[in-house]
């Protein structure tokens, strides 16, 4: 599969980050599996990557992802092998498993992630069959996906504090679903296993959290490799009791937007970047996307209209905002076909397992792409993210590459962290 040109390979100073991680792989990959025996890896994680040429950071990592048909097909037995250690860890005797979607039937790009996730388990030695948490889904019912896959959503049965679907008992439960509107009772005390834990949905995480654990990953990382921490972390803070309909906590959101500007104002100056330094406000629970904008000045969050405060205030569900997460914003100036493009990394349990970018052809260097109207580039990762190229030539797109893969594996560490230190928030 050809890889996509990158304007960030014509410029200079990433790669001398590059370098220092390329130049410390060993001390790196050391690193890392001493952090995979003292922390639970996540079951499977996506990190999505902004790379801006002086910087390159995670800005959101998603514990339940969803795009494993965006992959590069080729690489699908990586994605089996590494699914087989990753169930031999959770279920060592593992022959079945009941595998439960998000809760929406017309979204056929999602079935098709949920069709390829099904798979890569059935590849794996594992019998797996989808349980639905919808009312309507009564009966054992297939759906044709465009890309020629089908799928069969069943009913699904609680018996004596498990979960099954008809004549299945499995060993285990694994969520596609990020329970952005709460625990529904029936995953409550269940006797089963259930990966990713409950505590890991939206009801409870918080992007805040999972920064902050980065925070802590990043400053070990930078000290290992003598870099500055900055290089590899966005900035940001997080403000409550918001309420964008109604102007509440807007000095919050205006203050916490100026004082991440003035930090990202003196990093630029001392590594002579040019651009202006914005600040993403988003909120700090949710995915699709929603609940996003751009600022540049505080002022503008008093300036919002009625239809950019709508937007803010509800996210996936129509769930209102009232935390939001201030993120220092990052550039990326990687491009396919003159569009803006992102890397979206994909691991199960602690391998990488392939990648693609996000491509917007309607948004800027510094907006959300995230959004209607993207469409997706699959690119292999496999040699790319664990074993780089020749050191002496660092623009070779596999450095750039295994760079990608090392700062994805620092959010998954930091996600192992969170979800160690949220596992007692759960709601009984």
């Known amino acids: 599969m050809p890889v996509p040109h990158l304007s960030t390979a014509l410029r200079g100073p990433i790669l001398d980050l590059e370098n220092r991680i390329i130049n410390a792989m060993p001390t790196i990959e050391h690193w890392l599996r001493s952090k995979w025996r003292e922390h639970t890896v996540p079951f499977y994680c996506s990190v999505d990557l902004r790379n801006s040429g002086f910087k390159l950071a995670p800005v959101d990592t998603n514990l339940f992802p969803g795009g494993f048909n965006n992959l590069n097909p080729e690489f699908i037995p990586l994605c089996v092998q590494a699914m087989m250690n990753a169930i031999e860890k959770i279920c ?71 979960l099954g679907v008809s004549n299945f008992d499995p060993c285990a ?29 939206w009801a409870t995480r918080r992007k805040s959290n999972h920064f902050a654990a980065y925070d802590r990953v990043a400053q070990e990382f930078a000290d290992l490799i003598d870099i500055d921490p900055w290089l590899i972390n966005p900035r940001f803070t997080s403000c409550g009791e918001i309420d964008f309909r109604e102007k509440q906590g807007e000095d919050c959101v205006a203050s916490s937007v100026n004082r991440i500007l003035s930090v990202i104002q003196k990093k ?72 803006v493009a992102e890397p979206v990394i994909y691991m199960i349990d602690r391998h990488v397992v392939g990648g693609f970018y996000r491509v917007h052809t309607g948004r800027g260097i510094d907006e959300n792409l995230n959004a209607p109207g993207m469409h997706f580039v699959p690119l292999a990762f496999e040699t790319a993210c664990v074993v780089p190229e020749n050191a002496a030539q660092p623009d070779s797109i596999p450095n750039r590459f295994y760079a990608y893969g090392v700062v994805a594996r620092l959010a998954l560490l930091a996600a192992a962290l969170e979800l160690e230190q949220d596992s007692s928030e759960i709601p009984g």
Do not use: C, W
């Not at 996003?292 to 919002?304: C, N, S």
């Open 173 to 201: 439960v694994l969520l596609n679903n990020d329970l952005s509107t709460g625990i529904p009772e029936i995953l409550r005390n269940l006797n089963q296993i259930i990966i990713p834990p409950l505590h890991a949905g």
């Open 268 to 339: 630029y100056q001392q590594y002579n970047v040019k651009e202006d330094p914005f600040v993403i406000v988003k909120a700090d629970s949710g995915t699709y996307g929603m609940g996003i904008m751009t600022v540049k000045d505080g002022a503008d969050i008093y300036k919002l209209n009625r239809k950019q405060r709508n937007k803010m205030a509800v996210v996936k569900e129509g769930l209102q905002v009232s935390n939001v997460l201030v993120q220092e914003g990052v550039y990326t100036f990687e491009n396919i076909n003159q569009a």
């Open 92 to 162: 060592p005797d593992a022959h079945s498993l009941l595998l439960i979607p998000e809760n929406h039937t017309r979204n056929t790009f999602y079935l098709q992630n949920i069709a390829t996730l099904q798979n890569i388990m059935q590849h794996a030695g594992l019998n797996v069959r989808i349980g639905s948490l919808l009312p309507e889904i009564t009966t054992a019912t297939k759906i044709d996906l465009p890309d020629g896959q089908t799928i069969t959503l069943e009913p699904i049965i609680r018996k004596d504090n498990k």
